[in-house]
């Protein structure tokens, strides 16, 4: 048994479980009396949600378990406001515990490191009081839209979002980095770890951390950063460089805490290897890092895999449709957005296992498997595995489902280089149509 079929009977066995009401619920009274949709009920009512309307998610779940039952909006609200987000999360801690720890064998890594990346977004949210109350206003108080900002911690090379944030949309994102880096620490994560971020992270603080921390970071400079001074000292393509701790960036003010400034403090300088390559524009970009032993061209290679991250976000935003919210209720919008990113995770086994079938001496390009059919055979055949009795049925099932996934397969086509004309385009192109 892989890891596909083992997360799914993990998550079925745990979503079942009769405690799930008490570790699932908001207050201790919750999901005592037996309601049209129970606890676990409203966890897999999340995952099965397509974007739709409120009315329309009910009748398609109650369709998939054979169910003649109707339930009004106001009754579904009140019920998912019994459910606590943190669920979601707890689910995704088990299921990818499980990947890390249980199958040591399907991990992907680099170096023997894995390779995580870290970066934050605003998510659209309704444009409503509760909302602006809780996460605030995207430009000024007269003309901006309630956003919450969001990050995630995302593994670059087996495609799992270890762990996201919904907090204020002016969060600052070195702070959301560090506390996503916290909640992976420990020894249920027993690996090296290499973060790659943009150039939005790079501080005297961050360094800091990292180096209280023991790992290792990969960042893009701005181009006009606050380390130019070492940047236009810089004689060869990759050079050990000591970034001065001067007076000015050794302001309290852009520390995050005492333990780092009085890290930061108590040195002249700290040591980091400076790259510097040169992009098909023709621009000059640099690359800061703490990692020394690998060589040039693997760091490049490396930050060149941070795009991963960006087309999860686009993944989560438009395939999966995170920001569809049918409430304004922030409970309801962290339960959405921590069970898409499950369903994300889900999607990303089901991806890996088709990946493993397909037999790359017969094309051209590398061929991978096309991510938006995958999710929509997900969305449409996950609740009905998960509320199958039957064992072998239900694995059965699982297998077809991977099958049919992997039959639909797109080229990738690294390194092209012709000139991209940027053009205003309609929002529901005939080519990016959902798979649901």
Not at 213 to 237: D, Q
Request: charged share 25%; with cysteine; hydrophobic share 35%.
């Amino acid at each position: 048994m892989g890891f596909g079929t083992f997360g799914i009977e993990l998550l079925r066995e745990r979503i079942t479980d009769s405690s799930i009401a008490e570790t699932a619920r908001m207050n201790p009274n919750d999901f005592t009396l037996l309601r049209k949709m129970g606890a676990s009920d409203i966890i897999y009512y999340c995952l099965n949600k397509k974007g739709l309307c409120t009315n329309m998610e009910t009748n398609n779940y109650f369709e998939k378990t054979n169910r003649d039952i109707s339930i009004s909006a106001q009754a579904l609200f009140d019920q998912r406001m019994k459910l606590s987000p943190s669920v979601f999360k707890d689910l995704n801690d088990e299921y990818l515990n499980a990947f890390y720890n249980e199958f040591p064998e399907e991990v992907r890594l680099f170096n023997n490191y894995v390779v995580l990346a870290i970066d934050g977004s605003d998510m659209e949210i309704p444009n409503t009081r509760a909302c602006i109350e809780k996460y605030g206003l995207a430009g000024n108080s007269k003309s901006g839209l309630a956003r919450a900002g969001i990050s995630v911690c995302y593994d670059l090379l087996n495609h799992y979002i270890l762990d996201g944030i919904v907090d204020e949309c002016r969060t600052g994102e070195i702070g959301m980095a560090m506390r996503l880096i916290d909640r992976t620490d420990g020894d249920s994560f027993p690996y090296n770890r290499i973060y790659i971020m943009d150039r939005n992270y790079v501080s005297l603080a961050f360094m800091q951390y990292f180096e209280l921390k023991n790992l290792k970071f990969l960042c893009r400079l701005k181009a006009n950063s606050h380390y130019m001074e070492e940047t236009s000292a810089v004689a060869t393509c990759d050079e050990i460089i000591n970034i001065k701790h001067t007076k000015d960036r050794l302001q309290r003010s852009r520390f995050h805490n005492e333990e780092l400034f009085q890290a930061a403090k108590a040195k002249p300088f700290t040591r980091v290897r400076l790259l510097k390559y040169q992009l098909n524009t023709g621009e000059i970009e640099y690359l800061i890092t703490n990692i020394e032993d690998f060589t040039y061209d693997d760091i490049i290679k490396l930050y060149a895999s941070r795009w991963g991250i960006e087309t999860a976000y686009f993944s989560l935003k438009q395939k999966l449709q995170i920001e569809k919210f049918t409430s304004s209720i922030p409970t309801l919008i962290e339960q959405d957005f921590f069970s898409s990113v499950l369903a994300y995770n889900i999607v990303q086994t089901t991806k890996n296992e088709a990946e493993l079938t397909i037999d790359q001496t017969a094309y051209k390009y590398e061929m991978r498997i096309n991510e938006n059919m995958a999710i929509g055979f997900v969305k449409n055949e996950l609740l009905f595995i998960m509320i199958e009795s039957d064992k072998a049925k239900r694995l059965q099932r699982y297998d077809s489902m991977v099958s049919k996934i992997s039959r639909h397969k797109v080229p990738v086509r690294n390194d092209r280089k012709f000139l991209i004309r940027f053009k205003t385009d309609n929002n529901n192109s005939l080519n990016k149509l959902k798979s649901f």
